[in-house]
């Protein structure tokens, strides 16, 4: 199996940053799909960010510009910078794995997930 743990949440003012990490329990580098997720109270949970293992990424149209998805130096770490946040972003952010390729493009399809770290932007 795989295990991820989120890190890096809390709570910012609009228009700040803040960096998401995702340590995995093995290398995540060149097997799996990687993605971002969130879900606010009341709202499905939605796709921010994937990286597939060639590189590829895609953005949610609401955070392009915004958002950066990268894997980390460590062969077993996903990172999301998350500049210019407003409170639309307040939502609970998950890591999400895939062995997949090419990234699934929706929801399904991600068989390991972290138990997620909370952002909250405050006008």
């Known amino acids: 199996g795989l295990r991820l743990e989120e890190s890096g949440g809390g709570s910012v003012q609009a228009g700040g940053s803040l960096r998401l990490s995702c340590v995995a329990s093995r290398n995540i580098s060149d097997t799996f799909c990687m993605a971002w997720f969130r879900q606010a109270p009341g709202k499905e949970r939605e796709g921010v960010a994937r990286?597939?293992?060639?590189?590829?990424?895609t953005y949610a149209d609401s955070v392009k510009g915004r958002f950066t998805i990268s894997r980390g130096n460590a062969k077993n770490t996903l990172i999301l910078q998350m500049d210019n946040l407003n409170p639309a972003d307040t939502a609970m952010y998950y890591c999400?794995?895939?062995?997949?390729?090419?990234?699934?493009?929706?929801?399904?399809?991600?068989?390991?997930w972290g138990e997620g770290t909370q952002v909250t932007v405050t006008s």
């Open positions: 990286i597939g293992t060639d590189g590829t990424i």
């Open positions: 999400a794995a895939t062995l997949f390729d090419p990234c699934p493009a929706g929801n399904r399809g991600f068989g390991y």
